[in-house]
């Protein structure tokens, strides 16, 4: 038996357990390919877009976070991971799928594999504030 053949059942089992983190992550998450296109989000990231996940995956992600000022500052932050090859990080104010806002923290990390820019990946969660007293 070769090596791929032991290690299949558990990068299958991988593939599962990471599929399943992404649909069940609360945070929304969106993977964009090298080409900027959207390859994946995650149910989180389609209701905070309003849009159903079949939408948006395979599109530019500049034609699908046009939408408004929020979406175009999550386009500007995943453009600045793409131009560093590196992380980048921001907050914005987003309006959610239901209409209310909502302040986002959003954390990007470019994938470079063989000195090759392949993915970013965002991730973004609700900002918790202190309140004053």
Same mark, same amino acid.
């Given at each position: 038996m070769d090596a791929l053949a032991t290690a299949r059942p558990v990068l299958q089992l991988d593939t599962g357990l990471l599929e399943t983190l992404i649909a069940?992550?609360?945070d929304a998450l969106v993977i964009v390919d090298a080409a900027r296109t959207i390859v994946r989000i995650n149910p989180a990231f389609a209701r905070l877009c309003g849009h159903d996940a079949p939408e948006l995956e395979g599109i530019p992600y500049r034609d699908a976070l046009s939408h408004n000022e929020a979406a175009c500052q999550?386009?500007?932050?995943?453009?600045?991971?793409?131009?560093?090859r590196g992380s980048a990080q921001a907050m914005i104010a987003c309006r959610h799928g239901h209409g209310f806002e909502i302040d986002? %923290?959003?954390?990007?990390?470019?994938? *470079? %594999?063989d000195g090759a820019?392949?993915? *970013?990946?965002a991730q973004l969660r609700p900002a918790w504030r202190e309140l004053d007293d």
């Open positions: 069940t992550s609360p999550l386009a500007d932050t995943l453009d600045t991971a793409f131009s560093h986002m %923290e959003v954390h990007t990390h470019a994938v *470079v %594999e820019l392949r993915y *970013v990946i």
